[in-house]
């Protein structure tokens, strides 16, 4: 009798480590997720403008970059959108058909 409950007892030590690992799994797949959230691209809701200003492709096409001017955030398809703008950007930004 001795032997069965000591059986039950590490049983029950075992589905408790387990749930343990578990919830540790859990919080590392979170912690990898948010590391993913962070490295997601802009979205056209985060960017001031809906164009961009250099090609004239919506920013909800996708936003490979993006550039801060005045107090705007502004959305590029690339890097090279934002450099052409940069070099030139009063005359560039009403191109970039601001939502304010
Ligand atoms: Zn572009």
């Known amino acids: 009798m001795k032997s069965v409950s000591l059986i039950v007892v ?5 589905s408790l ?3 343990n ?6 919080k590392a797949a979170d912690t990898t997720t948010v590391a993913k959230t962070d ?3 802009f979205t056209a809701a985060m960017v001031d ?3 961009d200003p250099s090609c004239g492709m ?4 996708g936003i490979g970059d993006t550039a801060h001017y005045k107090n705007l955030v502004l959305g590029f398809c690339s ?5 052409e703008f940069l070099q030139n ?4 930004i009403a191109a970039a058909d601001l939502k304010k």
């Open 10 to 14: 590490l049983f029950a030590g075992l």
């Open 17 to 19: 480590f387990s749930c």
């Open 21 to 26: 690992n578990q919830s540790k799994e859990n």
């Open 39 to 41: 490295s997601v691209k």
């Open 49 to 51: 403008n809906k164009r």
């Open 58 to 61: 919506p920013v909800s096409a």
């Open 79 to 83: 890097k090279e959108c934002k450099d």
């Open 89 to 92: 950007p009063g005359k560039n």
